[in-house]
């Protein structure tokens, strides 16, 4: 699952008619990927970095369900070289996971220049990401991040 959180006071004074205070938090889009069952299922291969780029690239587009085109072709509700900072939640990291994961932002056209960060918080990691990216806002740390979870059961042993 992923989220897009930023300041955006227009938003919030249209939909629910007063102003919000300049640093207040809005999620304006979330997406996540499809359930199947551990080591079944046609995610049971996908190692987690995969997962985690298409949620990336779905949740900038204004429709999530936009088949992936040519580049520079997409129409995205935010652009992804406005977003600086992602924070993933993981709890059964790969080795690799800081690498994959900036791959996988890569992939979804966001740029080297945003920073990745990953957290893990057992069964809430992805709400943590979340937190974190909502701090940072509410800080004044940055205006647009990505707060993400992702998991692949079936990469694991268990």
Known sequence: ASSV??????????RIGKSPHPRDAVIVQAIRTPLCR?????????PPATLLSAVLRGVLLKDPQQ????????????PPD????ICVGNVMSPPTAAVSF?????????????????????????????ANIA????????????????????????
């Open 38 to 46: 551990a080591r079944k299922g046609g995610l049971a291969k996908l």
């Open 102 to 130: 900036r791959m996988a932002a890569l992939a979804a056209n966001i740029p080297h220049t945003t920073s990745i960060s990953t957290t893990n918080r057992q069964c809430s990691s992805g709400l943590q990401a979340i």
């Open 82 to 85: 406005a977003v600086e900072d």
């Open 5 to 14: 959180i930023y300041r955006l006071e227009t938003i919030m004074s249209r």
């Open 135 to 158: 701090h940072a806002i509410q800080c004044g740390s940055i205006n647009i991040g990505i707060g993400a979870g992702v998991e692949s059961m079936s990469m694991n042993p268990m």
């Open 67 to 78: 088949p992936k085109g040519e580049e520079g072709c997409e129409d995205y509700s935010v």
